[in-house]
């Protein structure tokens, strides 16, 4: 009866009286980074602000391409991302796969001194971090931005989770018609893993793509800057490029709006999907 009295009256649930504001309020700092980089330097610092452009200026683009390498940035953070994302699916599959079903001495207590890194301050790692490489001979490069995305105790435990989940009587079935154990890992588990892989690539993109701390520190070449770094290089101490800026973050933005947005239906059913036990 409730819910015949709700499509008379209300043709959707009424939690979207909640959502759509918030997601509104999400939504108002993007519009208005869009809208502030069609301004010009004089409509910026006006007070009072100016909410709206007066029109579609481009000086903040023409200056973006032409005085900085705001497209070499973008390649080397395509490259940076790219390399995170597919190591750690492979690393972290991989060792929870490990920790989840293979049976070796210390497994326990290697498994928890893995998840206990996590609770280290990241800033308290980059000075032995950024020796380290010194030696090796990876600073200033882009080996540096990415190598420590290649795996993280995050991604371990949400595997190793996962695969804890899955029914092991799939895998003794595997192994009766003869499949070993890697090809058991990659032709059964691996595929009923789809969901949390999904959701390990969409939290490695964002925090690769995104990281600005460690790459600030480890590179200084402007021609290897990620965008992130890139972008901060726009703010001076007297002076902001801000037409610049928001032109950047904007380009630097578009990319992952652009693949939420082919990948939604599939990113939505893998959170929904993540989010089921049974």
């Not at 893998?270 to 049974?278: A, E, N, P, R």
Request: proline letters at 6%; aromatic letters at 12%; a positive charge.
């Amino acid at each position: 009866m409730y819910t015949v009295k709700r499509r008379r009256w209300l043709p959707f649930s009424p939690w979207h009286l909640v959502l759509m504001p918030t997601a509104l309020l999400f939504v108002l700092p993007l519009v208005h980074m869009v809208l502030t980089s069609f301004m010009t330097t004089r409509e910026i610092n006006r007070f009072p602000p100016t909410l709206v452009p007066s029109g579609l200026h481009l000086d903040g683009y023409r200056q973006l391409f032409a005085q900085s390498h705001i497209l070499l940035w973008l390649g080397n953070t395509v490259l940076v991302s790219a390399v995170s994302v597919v190591s750690h699916l492979v690393l972290c599959s991989a060792a929870g796969y490990g920790f989840a079903r293979l049976r070796f001495p210390g497994r326990g207590v290697a498994f928890v001194a893995i998840v206990a890194t996590v609770m280290i301050p990241t800033q308290l790692l980059m000075i032995p971090t950024y020796l380290m490489f010194a030696r090796l001979g990876i600073v200033d490069t882009l080996a540096a931005a990415f190598v420590p995305w290649l795996a993280s105790a995050f991604g371990i435990f949400l595997m190793r989770q996962f695969f804890l989940s899955l029914p092991v009587e799939l895998e003794e079935a595997a192994r009766i018609d003869g499949c070993g154990s890697l090809r058991t890992f990659v032709s059964i588990v691996l595929p009923l893993a789809r969901p949390a892989l999904a959701t390990l690539a969409v939290f490695t993109l964002l925090s690769s793509w995104n990281d600005l701390l460690w790459p600030l520190v480890a590179i200084s070449d402007d021609h290897r800057y990620t965008l992130q770094v890139g972008l901060a290089s726009f703010q001076g101490t007297r002076r902001t490029a801000w037409s610049q800026l928001m032109a950047g973050n904007v380009v630097a933005t578009l990319p992952l709006v652009v693949a939420f947005l082919v990948a939604q239906r599939r990113f939505i059913a893998t959170m929904t999907f993540s989010g089921l036990k049974g």
